[in-house]
């Protein structure tokens, strides 16, 4: 039917382009987990569903809020079987790895991308959206459903670890 | 403005954020304050660390395959996932796949690596030209708005004839062009202007195929292939209208 047809071809024209941009938050997020398509491709379904929705204003913004959302609902099923952890919510009596120890570690087998893949996910988030997809404060705040204070000193948090991470590696070459 | 008062700027400079105000007021700092300028030239180094040597991660064929057949055949119903994101079953055979695919990651990861680092590379000289082009006497070396006067210009000085459109009817005047130097070649450079704003377009003959977006500073870039014609626009014109500028240019 000629609406459902429009409809399709609009979403076509104003959406897909977005889909490298979107497949690369996700991956990020997951840190390169298997079920990556298929949040895109889920991500991509509700977006069609509430396309009816989008004023047109930023659709690659509101594209990645979508897939955002998607990854979040991913990792809370993941939550039962594996470690993820918020740099917020972490404590020294927890258990869990020291995200310090664990940059350190992975410092040792010395890569940039495996140093932002150990960055606790609140802080890599935002890194990945501000450097890889060079998304503006306000942008990232609108995705990330946080103040634009936070995104800054979440950028200048995994920054400074970065560096740390990088300095250490750059050390022991 | 002291160092105090600078240093919790840097990024926000460094991140295109600050408005001409601020960012003079910072750049006077440096003028005077060497530990300011390292530190800032930390933070560069880092982002273009991160910018090279870390990739854009592409969406794979099959996955773009189906979300875009799904659409064309106007059948919602098959926008939806292989299999649901729930169930024991799905993550014991997720954990299998992972292997599997960690395995020709690995291998096709040195490739990709160095065929993303050449794009951010290409990228950053899309944008040093643009610079260097208005900053210096050299914006066009041929002053035309007439296509037939502009192409011609280029024989004899590219080993290929670019393709050279008007798009004064759809508000974006040609002015001119000039020779570039750009991904190790020599390239044509052609320069459009709407309203107060110049745009580049670079373009050269190349098989690569690309169709980046990229913004730095206030400057919006986009990539585009066609027909093994590489396109780059530039311009501080808004991205909207500048991928308005690149979807006519290349109908």
């Known amino acids: ?173 | 403005m002291t160092c105090l008062s600078t240093q919790p700027m840097l990024e926000s400079l460094l991140d295109g954020e600050l408005d001409p105000n601020q960012r003079a007021r910072i750049l006077e700092h440096f003028e005077t304050c060497p530990s300011c300028i390292s530190e800032y030239q930390l933070l560069e180094q880092l982002s273009a660390d991160i910018r090279s040597q870390v990739f854009h991660f592409r969406a794979p064929d099959s996955l773009r395959r189906k979300i875009v057949g799904s659409l064309r055949s106007s059948n919602d119903a098959a926008l939806k996932p292989a299999r649901p994101l729930t169930g024991m079953a799905t993550r014991w055979l997720a954990a299998a796949a992972c292997v599997v695919i960690a395995l020709s990651l690995s291998a096709n990861l040195a490739l990709l690596r160095s065929r993303q680092t050449q794009s951010q590379l290409v990228a950053d000289e899309v944008f040093s030209g643009h610079m260097r082009s208005l900053l210096g006497p050299h914006l066009m070396d041929i002053s035309s708005s007439d296509r037939h006067t502009v192409k011609p210009f280029f024989a004899g000085k590219l080993d290929f004839s670019p393709n050279v459109k008007d798009l004064a009817s759809q508000g974006f005047p040609l002015e001119g062009g000039r020779v570039d130097y750009l991904a190790g070649r020599p390239v044509a450079a052609l320069v459009f202007r709407r309203d107060k704003h110049v745009i580049n377009l670079f373009t050269w003959p190349s098989s690569s195929q690309g169709a980046a977006e990229i913004t730095r500073q206030g400057y919006h870039s986009v990539e585009r292939t066609k027909e093994g014609m590489k396109y780059w626009a530039i311009s501080d014109l808004n991205l909207n209208e500048l991928k308005q500028f690149m979807d006519r240019y290349l109908t």
């Open chain 1, 1 to 173: 039917m000629a609406t459902e047809n429009h409809k399709a071809s609009l979403f076509e024209r104003m959406i897909v382009p977005h889909l490298d941009a979107s497949y690369n938050l996700a991956r990020w997020f997951t840190r390169g987990g298997p079920d990556t398509e298929d949040i895109v491709q889920e991500a991509y379904l509700r977006a069609y569903r509430y396309f009816d929705t989008f004023i047109g204003e930023n659709a690659r913004a509101w594209i990645l809020t979508i897939v955002r959302n998607t990854c979040l609902t991913w990792h809370s099923r993941q939550k039962e079987d594996s470690v993820m952890f918020d740099e917020s919510t972490h404590s020294a009596n927890s258990g869990l790895v020291d995200p310090e120890q664990e940059m350190l570690r992975n410092a040792r087998i010395g890569s940039l991308q495996v140093c932002i893949e150990s960055l606790p996910n609140d802080l890599r988030e935002v890194l990945v959206m501000r450097e890889i997809e060079e998304l503006s404060y306000k942008e990232i705040a609108s995705v990330a459903l946080i103040p634009i204070g936070t995104v800054m000193s979440r950028l200048s948090r995994s920054r400074k670890r970065l560096q740390a991470c990088m300095a250490i590696t750059d050390g022991k070459t």
